[in-house]
């Protein structure tokens, strides 16, 4: 099951549900779910020191520079380093 097709039933699920936990629980797994898609960084933006710094594209924290990441250190964000597209 690819996360789109588990994030439609999980929202047709929470239509079900009318006590707070297990709607929780769907917006928690929802949430994750849509992190695990990889999202662009904003673009490179300048400090106040005139250092280039790449936002995440979700919670907007400089993101490392290290290729090595594949996930924001701060939000767990899935990020999108491909140049083109």
């Known amino acids: 099951m690819e996360n789109r097709e ?3 039933y999980i ?4 239509d079900k549900f009318i006590t707070n ?5 769907c917006d928690l797994a929802i949430s994750a779910l849509e992190k695990q898609e990889p ?4 673009p490179q933006e300048m400090d106040i020191d005139g250092r280039a ?5 979700f919670c907007g924290e400089e993101l490392p520079h ?3 990441y594949d996930f924001c250190p701060y939000c767990g964000q899935a990020i999108d380093r491909r140049k083109d597209g």
């Open 6 to 8: 588990a994030i439609e």
């Open 11 to 14: 929202n047709w699920m929470r």
């Open 21 to 25: 936990k297990p709607l929780e629980a």
């Open 39 to 42: 999202m662009k960084p904003l």
């Open 53 to 57: 710094i790449t936002p995440c594209g």
């Open 66 to 68: 290290n290729s090595l």
